[in-house]
């Protein structure tokens, strides 16, 4: 069973940066597109950024600019560099893989943005 552990969230000011990471227990991100996925308070779960195995990043349109996505497969550890965020970059930040089978989801990482 994979484990996906998320770090690096925090309180922030709006404009500013944070950069997350997920690290896995097994060497899944060598054989799977990753995805980091971001659930506001009472909305749904949603991919934000995703990442094939060999390195080609996808964003949604609201964190285009913004945001990059990363992985290093030696490392077993996808990351998520997310600058001049908004308050509306508030929530609980996921990783995973891009579907369409998922691991157990991890914890994930409070990401909070105040304005």
């Known amino acids: 069973q994979v484990q996906l552990v998320e770090s690096g969230g925090g309180l922030v000011q709006a404009g500013g940066s944070l950069r997350l990471s997920c690290a896995a227990s097994?060497?899944?991100?060598?054989?799977?597109?990753m995805a980091w996925y971001r659930q506001a308070l009472g909305k749904q779960r949603t991919m934000v950024a995703s990442i094939t195995r060999i390195g080609t990043p996808t964003y949604v349109d609201s964190v285009k600019g913004r945001f990059t996505i990363s992985r290093d497969n030696a490392k077993n550890t996808v990351y998520l560099q997310m600058n001049s965020l908004k308050p509306e970059d508030t929530g609980v930040y996921y990783c995973n893989t891009a579907g369409p089978s998922f691991a157990s989801w991890g914890q994930g990482t409070q990401v909070t943005v105040s304005s």
């Open positions: 097994e060497s899944i991100f060598t054989l799977r597109d």
